[in-house]
């Protein structure tokens, strides 16, 4: 059987962005739980699958200052420090079902995952899928209405054809995880 030209992207899934975490969204854990139940049962349906971590060296503006309360759009408590547990993928996301880590925002806010780089190298997730003849992504993980939705926008804008499995995410708020798959879906996005 020949090897499917779709990659499955998962962005994010980290404790920080789960409950307990420094910026938790209500489902991460459910989600990183599912994502491994997606891929258990479905994993042929895959070429590839990449994760993507949030990783923050000194993300120049990123960080609410302190005594300074974030705005939670531009401004963030601090998250994902490189290396810290809040950093790490979440236990209930079965890494040994990813083949690949893309890390993002050492040095600058980044929520897309096409803003990262192979880890341990300075390969672009981008080029990397094409590298792998492929031509279709499939978009889970957190949070919905962040990088979720500006991996998804990229992929789209890179080409790829874009499907957005929206019941493996989690959105910061109700709100704005719905504007977010409106306006994957105005790009182009499928919404499964
Ligand atoms: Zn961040």
Redesign the pocket.
């Given at each position: 059987m020949s090897v499917p030209h779709k990659a499955l992207i998962v962005v994010d899934v980290q404790n920080d962005f789960c409950p307990g975490g420094a910026l938790a969204t209500d489902r991460g854990a459910v989600v990183a739980a599912a994502v491994s139940g997606h891929l258990r049962a479905e994993r042929d349906r895959y070429g590839v699958v990449v994760g993507t971590k949030?990783w923050?060296i000194d993300?120049v503006g990123?960080f609410a200052p302190d005594g300074v309360e974030p705005d939670f759009q531009e401004t963030?408590p601090v998250?994902?420090v490189a290396g810290s547990h809040g950093a790490e993928v979440h236990p209930e996301l079965d890494v040994d079902l990813v083949d690949a880590w893309f890390l993002k925002?050492e040095h600058t806010?980044?929520y897309s995952g096409f803003e990262g780089h192979l880890d341990g190298a300075e390969t672009g997730l981008a080029d990397w899928l094409r590298g792998r003849e492929v031509t279709e992504v499939a978009v889970c993980g957190v949070a919905t209405d962040f990088c979720v939705r500006a991996t998804a926008l990229d992929a789209v804008a890179e080409g790829f054809t874009v499907d957005l499995l929206s019941d493996l995410c989690s959105p910061v708020s109700e709100a704005g995880g719905a504007a977010a798959v409106g306006q994957m879906a105005a790009a182009g996005v499928t919404v499964v």
């Open positions: 949030d923050h993300p990123h963030w998250h994902c925002g806010a980044a």
